[in-house]
């Protein structure tokens, strides 16, 4: 059962923000293709993890030598990921939980499966089984201008929460947001069980060689609107550079 959780103040056919419960199997650099929750003969197993051995705590799961957050911040089962933080905030958001920004290769390593794949689930796309056939919004850039950094903070638990403190900017979030409640794409899960590694949010990464001045992150995976492949790269916006449809999620060393 989906429950509501913010109503939409579009006039558009687009439904509403929500969150729902993984695993129900409901149905976004530089290049374009997507992903439902069919479970193709390549796919991992969809049942979401609910504990954790070995190195990495609950939540995270080993990827070679990272322990990486399952689901997109905030990381919590059928929760709608965060949106509207800069590489900068993504990074402090991840530090105040004892973590901190993959980084791209960790990422990448993640989606491709530990075999190279193109995508999570496999070398061919498949359309819809990851959130990534939404239609693409009309945005107003001025509107977006006026969101406040005091609400993209390391203490935001939920969208909810986050929208909350956004005050009248929030309304052309609320307006563009299509993003899905982590895991209940239940194909859209990779060989080490983590999801949504393309589509839903566009993900901040930290780039491993370094970057250059105020150009650090690597954006990663596309969104609900576009997926791309594992190796596709963004890495033209800069450190101080937010969005309606880019998240992030957390990698840390293992123990």
Not at 34 to 43: H, P
Not at 131 to 146: F, I, K, M, R, V
Not at 160 to 182: H, K, M
Request: net charge negative; hydrophobic share 30%; with cysteine.
């Amino acid at each position: 059962m989906w429950i509501l959780l913010l109503a939409c103040v579009s006039s558009g056919a687009k439904p509403g923000l929500h969150r729902a419960q993984p695993g129900r199997g409901d149905s976004a650099d530089d290049s374009s293709v997507s992903g439902d929750s069919r479970g193709g003969s390549d796919s991992a197993d969809s049942s979401p993890p609910t504990d954790t051995a070995g190195p990495c705590p609950v939540g995270m799961a080993l990827v070679d030598a990272a322990c990486m957050d399952i689901y997109e911040a905030p990381n919590q089962p059928g929760e709608l990921p965060l949106v509207m933080y800069t590489w900068q905030e993504a990074g402090a958001w991840c530090d105040a939980r004892g973590k901190r920004l993959c980084t791209d290769d960790e990422w990448q390593a993640a989606c491709e499966g530990g075999s190279g794949r193109a995508y999570p689930y496999g070398d061919t796309p498949d359309p819809g089984r990851c959130n990534d056939e939404e239609t693409w919004l009309a945005y107003s850039q001025d509107e977006l201008n006026t969101w406040p950094s005091s609400a993209s903070t390391p203490g935001v638990e939920s969208l909810e929460e986050l929208l909350a403190a956004a005050g009248s900017a929030a309304t052309e979030v609320r307006d563009l947001y299509q993003g899905e409640g982590a895991g209940v794409n239940s194909g859209c899960v990779n060989h080490y069980a983590v999801y949504d590694l393309v589509g839903n949010v566009e993900e901040w990464t930290t780039r491993a060689d370094g970057g250059e001045a105020s150009f650090h992150g690597n954006l990663k995976g596309r969104y609900w609107a576009e997926s791309r492949t594992c190796q596709s790269n963004v890495t033209v916006h800069g450190d101080t550079f937010r969005f309606y449809e880019i998240g992030f999620r957390c990698c840390q060393d293992p123990s």
